[in-house]
Structure formats: structure tokens, C-alpha cells
């Protein structure tokens, strides 16, 4: 029994490994003009109706899981959206929970 457990475990990972391996990091086109942001449970939403199509509730996520990176990156929209700048974004092109794991202001 253990042997079958063990071949089935495999297969999930390989199958898993090929999923992501069809994914990419990518900027969309559309600048976030319009954008709110919020914290809720661990996690900074930047909200705004220029979001990616694929992206639940026209959200991007920042896990405020205590790096130093992702604290940064939530600073650093805070701040672009106090000095009126637009923001783009890095997340994956394929899933509908859209963490942002980049961010850079426009004029």
C-alpha cells in the first residue's frame, strides 16, 4: 500500500510542476490609474478596475508575511498613490489570485 501512496504522490507533483511551468510572470499593458488600498488578515490589496481581467475582484495581493520585500513593495504603493503616481504591476499570467510580486510608478 505504501508503494501505491508513494507513486500517487509522485504523480500529483510532477502534474503540479507542469502546471507552473506553464505559467509567467508578466506587466500588463494597463496602468492602475484608479487604485485603493486596504489590509486585511495579513494581506495588502491594491483594488482598482484596471486590474488584469484574469484577476479575482480586480485585485492584486502583497502577503505582508513580514519580508522585508513585500513590506517594501506595500510602502512603496502607499507612497506612489500619496504623491498621485500610477503604478504597474508583476503578477502571474494565469492565476485568478493575483499576488504582486513587483511593482514600479509612472508619471
Not at 485585485?59 to 500619496?82: C, H, L, V
Request: hydrophobic share 35%.
Amino acid at each position: 500500500m505504501k508503494k501505491v501512496l508513494c507513486v500517487m504522490s509522485l504523480g500529483v507533483v510532477v502534474s503540479t510542476i507542469a502546471e507552473l511551468s506553464h505559467a509567467r510572470r508578466c506587466w500588463p499593458s494597463t496602468v492602475l490609474t484608479e487604485l485603493t488600498l486596504s489590509l486585511n488578515n495579513g494581506v495588502a490589496y491594491i483594488t482598482s478596475p484596471q486590474f488584469a481581467d484574469h484577476c479575482s475582484y480586480s485585485r492584486g495581493q502583497i502577503n505582508m508575511d513580514g519580508t522585508e520585500f513585500n513590506k517594501a513593495q506595500y510602502a512603496y504603493a502607499m507612497s506612489a498613490k500619496a504623491r498621485g503616481k500610477n503604478i504597474q504591476y508583476v503578477v502571474d499570467d494565469t492565476q485568478t489570485t493575483c499576488i504582486i510580486t513587483g511593482l514600479y510608478e509612472v508619471d
